[in-house]
């Protein structure tokens, strides 16, 4: 009780002792001083509660860096997309109106060049040619972005998306 400052705990250690005796209680006859046995049996009880509290600490203080560590991950990653989210918004907003028109039908709508043709009343090859200009100048917007933009990154977290989109 005097190192643990805890009674239940000092219980519990207690209790492993006489279990560890009980399970030992064959090979009790060999032993010279008992007395020194159970104290050392004891000690040793009280190191192995002192590291698990260790660890346990050490567990917790890890898991908390990860925590925090991934709350500022996902709120970094929340923020650049969230920058990306307006740079494409203003990229498509510059489009002229049929290129826009069938930008947003494709990536918003996913439709294929054949259903944007059929809704907008044109011919496949106008809607995919719309399509590639649309492009085009979305990653010609961004991109001039990037040249003035001092944030790297942003800059690469752009960089990889618009491999992706376009």
Known sequence: MTY????????????????????????LSGVRSFRDYFFIIVRNSVFDYFNRLSQQARLADMMRMQAGAI???????????KQYDQLVEKAIGQLPARQKEVYLLAELEALDYDAIAGRMQISRLTAKKHMELARKSVRDYIGRYLKDDSSPLLAGFIIALLTLIC
């Open 4 to 27: 643990l400052k805890n009674e239940a705990e000092a219980e519990e250690i207690v209790q492993q002792v006489f279990v560890k005796m009980w399970m030992r209680r064959a090979t």
């Open 71 to 81: 709350t500022a991950e996902s709120t970094d990653v929340r923020l650049r997309q």
